[in-house]
């Protein structure tokens, strides 16, 4: 099994999307690379931890490799606006994958390549090391599971 993390703005659509792709053992929601220990949503929203949303996937790389994952990732997300994704505005809704195995970095790059002939303008997702990751809140694991009808900017259909 290996493992990434994912920020693609409100992380209830990311994981609610990752979850539903063949390989994808596990997720949970929760907030990465920031500065303060174990922190609340409510401290998250002020933007002032440094936290992103995060998704956390955990996958079957004999059932999808983390190109073809990172290549669904890519179709959710809009890697040019910094800071927002949909209606979402606030650092904590920058985009971003995180990588724990140092050999994944050069998959990661190629799908980042091929990322940028797609777009005019500079793609901003930030691609860097996990530094840190907090779990959320037990309300907001599996939140559009527990609340179908709940907010998401994410087309679920792709």
């Not at 703005?9 to 990311?14: A, E």
């Not at 910094?82 to 505005?89: A, E, M, S, V, Y």
């Not at 907090?134 to 609340?147: G, R, T, V």
Request: charged share 25%.
């Amino acid at each position: 099994m290996k493992e990434v993390y994912l920020a693609g703005g409100c992380f209830w659509g990311v994981e609610e999307y990752m979850s539903r792709i063949a390989g994808v053992v596990d997720t949970k929601v929760g907030y990465a690379n920031g500065i303060k220990e174990n922190p609340s949503y409510e401290e998250v929203c002020t933007g002032t931890t440094g936290h992103t949303e995060t998704t956390y996937v955990k996958y079957d790389e004999n059932i999808i490799s983390l190109e073809e994952l990172l290549n669904k990732f890519w179709r959710i997300i809009d890697p040019t606006m910094l800071n927002r994704q949909g209606p979402d505005i606030g650092n904590q809704y920058r985009t971003g994958i995180y990588y724990v195995d140092q050999n994944d970095l050069d998959i990661i790059n190629k799908t980042l390549e091929e990322q940028k002939t797609k777009y005019d303008r500079p793609i901003v997702t930030e691609i860097m090391s996990l530094q840190s990751f907090f779990n959320a809140e037990e309300y907001h694991q599996d939140y559009l599971k527990k609340n179908p009808s709940g907010y998401c900017h994410i087309d679920l259909s792709k």
